[in-house]
């Protein structure tokens, strides 16, 4: 795309209204705009890594069967009465209605997916299935300080899976703590499976997927020989105690962040709703449910704090907006520079990859300032020694490294 028709323009300046580091640095980039505290605009490049994020965690889930769905944001009260969440769960949004009805809007979806997985799952042989959905949530938080990590309105990946006995959800459960950790790697993430209670209904536990960063909320004691780790809210453990698990190691305390968890509902929602299926002999049985989060917004704003140095934000190639950043040195679109860069771009264009293009006539110096603000993993420069020696300077974002790269190799390199 060519920055010259990106609606969106950088600015020099921090937003004055933005505590948290993610913000800033988005808002200023023009990733995101802000509407109030915890809700934001998703821009088009703010979009394209938000989708980059998606596709990755669509992909995993696909990969252990999930099936995906797209459940509605607005729902009656009553499954939520019917569970006990509308008096009980506090960051439920309760809605008034002129049809004197009340409503409230997905925070989690328990209440509408069971009743939907009632419909249709009769019988043993229609089990484990694991259902999900990409898509907005919407909670009545208190604290909403941390930009896009703890939005009133964000955007989750939410499956419920349903089971026949403990063992085969024990298996499922395994089975997507890999996949968990595989999505957070592939974002460059290392996430700490971390102990911890089971919620608001269930006294099993639960793993919550902990990124280390003193932008998270939470507080973590991690073993600093294996891979043990705990929420310190929950435990009576502390820091420098020596680990319980492999005994050679000691807790060290981190703030984190949690982008996911995981959580055996055992049969809570499935009595509610009166979920039965038949069984081998023909009896009826409560399937096991569970259900796995993981918080696709605040990943991002967490990649914002843990990608950015002072120049600004620093994308993984996974979650990156755009692959390469074609900069143009040439001043006024007719100048011979401007014209080796428009063919560069086409070239590049027509290898599939994805370029954004600043074909603006702005100051070298303004450019790439603004080219690191946005964070895209690799710049091209294309200026007078390129026009003359066919070879461009490429920088990675990361590291400030130059290349000198003649253009036959640019489409590879
Ligand atoms: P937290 O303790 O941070 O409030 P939670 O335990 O309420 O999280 P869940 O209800 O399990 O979270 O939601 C699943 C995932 O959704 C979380 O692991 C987190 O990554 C993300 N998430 C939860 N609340 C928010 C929010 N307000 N804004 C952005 N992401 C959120
Ligand atoms: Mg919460």
């Not at 370029?355 to 091209?380: C, H, Q, T």
Request: aromatic residues 10%.
């Amino acid at each position: 795309m060519r920055q010259s028709k990106l609606f969106t323009k950088a600015r020099r300046e921090a937003p004055a209204d933005e505590v948290s580091k993610n913000a800033q640095l988005l808002v200023r980039a023009g990733y995101v705009h802000k509407e109030m505290a915890g809700v934001y605009s998703y821009l088009p490049l703010g979009r394209r890594v938000l989708e980059n994020i998606e596709r990755i965690v669509r992909e995993e889930m696909d990969a252990i069967g999930g099936q995906e769905i797209r459940m509605a944001i607005l729902h009656p009260s009553e499954p939520w009465k019917q569970t006990g969440a509308w008096d009980s769960v506090d960051v439920v949004f309760r809605i008034a209605s002129r049809t004197e009805k009340e409503y409230t809007v997905g925070q989690s979806e328990e209440e509408i997916v069971t009743p939907i997985a009632r419909e249709y799952l009769a019988s043993y042989k229609d089990l484990p299935v694991a259902i999900y959905q990409i898509g907005q949530k919407y909670r009545d938080e208190l604290r909403a300080k941390s930009g896009i990590m703890r939005g009133r309105e964000f955007t989750m990946k939410d499956m419920y899976s349903f089971h026949e006995t403990q063992e085969d959800f024990d298996r499922f459960y395994a089975v997507v703590k890999e996949a968990y950790l595989k999505i957070y790697a592939c974002l460059g993430l290392v996430a700490k499976a971390t102990e911890a209670s089971g919620g608001a209904f269930t006294t099993k536990l639960s793993y919550e997927f902990m990124v280390l960063t003193d932008a998270g909320e939470d507080d973590i004691l991690y073993c600093n020989h294996c891979s043990y780790c705990v929420n310190a809210e929950i435990s009576a453990q502390k820091e420098d105690d020596a680990c319980t698990r492999c005994t050679k190691g000691s807790l060290a305390r981190a703030k984190a962040s949690e982008v996911g968890n995981i959580f055996d509902l055992g049969t809570k929602y499935a009595k509610d709703f009166s979920f039965t299926y038949k069984d081998k002999g023909g009896k009826d049985q409560y399937p096991i449910m569970g259900c796995f989060g993981i918080g696709i917004s605040r990943l991002m704003g967490v990649m914002a704090e843990t990608f950015s140095d002072e120049k600004g934000l620093v994308w993984p190639e996974s979650a990156a907006p755009f692959a390469v950043h074609l900069v143009a040195l040439g001043r006024d679109g007719g100048d011979d520079i401007s014209k080796a860069s428009d063919a560069l771009y086409e070239e590049l264009r027509r290898a599939g990859v994805d370029v954004l293009y600043d074909d603006r006539p702005l100051s070298a110096g303004e450019k790439f300032a603004e080219s690191d603000l946005l964070g895209i993993p690799k710049r091209i420069v294309v200026g007078k020694e390129a026009v003359a020696t066919d070879v461009f300077e490429v920088v990675e974002r990361k590291t400030g490294t130059v290349a000198k790269v003649p253009r036959k190799n640019l489409i590879v390199s």
